[in-house]
């Protein structure tokens, strides 16, 4: 049985992690809204990510919303030791299953408070403040007003580690004057590496570079390269997309999510997966280079 230490560790805040994580967004209902179809598939998915060697998951309480917090303090409270839990704030669910902005001082501080309740914590490890929620790529705007409030919670032990999420590399730059980040996510994949140069300058500063949505953004002419290159070598797309992301820098962190214990395993078996620096140069070329 392969296990994701396979691919490696690196340093996100003070724990050493398994670079291949485990993104928990599916574990809810459609549209990432309400519970999941089937709670004990859920919970054994929690379940066996962590026997696997899993330590890194990611999650927002926003997520259903509560739904994963609830689900990953059912599954695995009391926490391993060398579990890190990384959580977001900076936005919120209305009734309906719409999102927006809540990026306040009352509502962080009430997202942090959320976040504690349902995972059952007393400190939360890491928490990301998650700019422009949504799909859409980063856009610029200071982060100073957000990132304070977390700071002062972070002074108070509430939050151990200070991350950002679906930011520019100007908001990386500012965010590094009022706090001490520790990590940043982002959405970087094969088909989509506008990041290049901000991947490179946090390993450079040996910041964790989580990257999400590896296989967010295909055409149909890249899908079908990308396919034709996992038949020829025996592996599936998300597996080929995963250890290419594994292998670009040792600073990004992968976080694929699923819901069904056999994309799982897919998944997992995607961290002893090596790539030929042929198949790397192939893969590349699927974006052509700036």
Do not use: C
């Amino acid at each position: 049985m392969v296990d994701v230490d396979a691919a490696g560790t690196f340093m996100l805040g003070d724990n050493m992690v398994n670079r291949l994580g485990y993104g928990a967004m599916q574990l809810t209902g459609p549209g990432v809204f309400g519970p999941p179809a089937n709670k004990a598939v859920a919970l054994a998915v929690l379940r066996e990510a962590i026997a696997r060697g899993v330590n890194h998951i990611d999650t927002a309480d926003f997520y259903g919303p509560h739904v994963t917090n609830q689900l990953i303090r059912e599954a695995l409270h009391p926490y391993p030791r060398d579990l890190v839990i990384v959580t977001k704030v900076g936005a919120k669910r209305r009734p309906t299953g719409s999102v927006h902005a809540a990026t306040s001082r009352s509502e962080l501080i009430a997202a942090v408070h959320d976040n504690l309740r349902n995972l059952a914590l007393n400190v939360l490890e890491v928490v990301n403040f998650r700019s422009m929620y949504g799909n859409s790529a980063p856009r610029e705007g200071s982060v100073e007003e957000p990132l304070t409030v977390l700071a002062e919670l972070q002074a108070q032990g509430l939050i151990r580690h200070i991350g950002l999420s679906n930011v520019t590399p100007a908001q990386v730059s500012e965010g590094r004057t009022i706090a001490k980040i520790v990590g940043v996510q982002n959405l970087y994949n094969l088909a989509d590496r506008t990041d290049d140069a901000l991947v490179k300058a946090l390993a450079r500063e040996k910041i964790a570079y989580v990257a999400y949505f590896p296989l967010g953004g295909f055409s149909k002419i890249k899908s079908a390269t990308l396919s034709r290159i996992a038949t020829r070598i025996g592996a599936t797309p998300m597996q080929v997309a995963i250890a290419w992301l594994l292998q670009r820098s040792p600073n990004i962190l992968p976080i694929p999510g699923t819901s069904s214990l056999a994309h799982l395993d897919e998944n997992i078996a995607a961290a002893s997966l090596r790539l030929s620096p042929d198949v790397i140069a192939e893969l590349d070329a699927i974006v052509p280079s700036a």
